[in-house]
């Protein structure tokens, strides 16, 4: 199974940055989301890259602001967060599979995947 670290939350302004970082060790796997959850709320998918490097977006209320990446030499997926409002405050979690996009955002994990124990983002001033 794939082990998954989450880092690089905390306290921002709002219109500020953030780059989560999700660092996967143990079994390969391909596929790697971001996801969300604010107090009160149902779990979010923002944005997934599959094993072809194609990135699928979840969240409109990101698009413009929020861009993900992989450095497959660090087997590390990133989560670059610009403009940040209050509405972005939430634990942020990462997961991976090695099926696909649409079933990890269906929480498909299949032998291997996982989710990461997440990291909190709070945007205020």
């Known amino acids: 199974q794939v082990q998954l670290v989450e880092s690089g939350g905390g306290l921002v302004q709002p219109g500020g940055s953030l780059r989560l970082s999700c660092i996967a060790s143990?079994?390969?796997?391909?596929?790697i989301g971001w996801f969300r959850q604010a107090p009160g709320k149902e779990r979010e998918a923002i944005l997934c890259i599959n094993r072809s490097d194609r990135i699928t977006d979840y969240a409109d209320s990101v698009k413009g602001r929020f861009t993900i990446s992989r450095d497959s030499a660090k087997n590390t997926v990133y989560l670059q967060m610009n403009g940040l409002k209050p509405e972005d405050t939430a634990v942020y979690y990462c997961?991976?599979?090695?099926?696909?996009?649409?079933?990890?955002?269906?929480?498909?994990?299949?032998?291997?995947?996982?989710w990461g124990q997440g990291t909190q983002v709070t945007v205020s001033s």
């Open positions: 143990g079994t390969t796997v391909h596929t």
């Open positions: 997961a991976a599979n090695d099926l696909s996009c649409v079933q990890l955002v269906l929480n498909q994990l299949g032998p291997g995947g996982s």
